[in-house]
């Protein structure tokens, strides 16, 4: 399972929920993503973002004039269309 760069919430809940330590180890190969996702953010931004979800959240509030509800609505459905990428499609940055 460590392989994986998405894990299983709580037995409790079924959907995934993106690693997001792993997000931020490869944030410069991932932010390409983000920014095909939300097209309004801008590298400043994607910047401050950095790989962290809060981070993700705010300047998507910011940038669409958005709740923290439809920002982390929108962050989820990013996570479950992402899901299937494996840390292997990021090598850490400080990976020999």
């Known amino acids: ?15 995934l929920d993106t690693n997001w330590d792993i997000v931020e180890g490869n944030w410069k ?3 390409g993503k ?7 953010l801008t590298e400043e931004q994607l910047e401050v973002i950095a790989g962290k979800r809060a981070e993700l959240s705010g300047k998507i509030q910011e940038a669409y004039g958005i709740t923290k509800d439809k920002a982390n609505a929108q962050i989820k459905r990013f996570e479950k269309r992402n899901k299937d990428y494996q840390l292997s499609d990021y090598p ?3 990976a020999s």
């Open 1 to 15: 399972m460590a392989d994986w760069q998405f894990r299983r919430s709580g037995h409790k809940y079924k959907e």
């Open 29 to 31: 190969q991932f932010k």
């Open 34 to 40: 983000v920014k095909a996702q939300w097209g309004h």
């Open 92 to 94: 850490l940055s400080n």
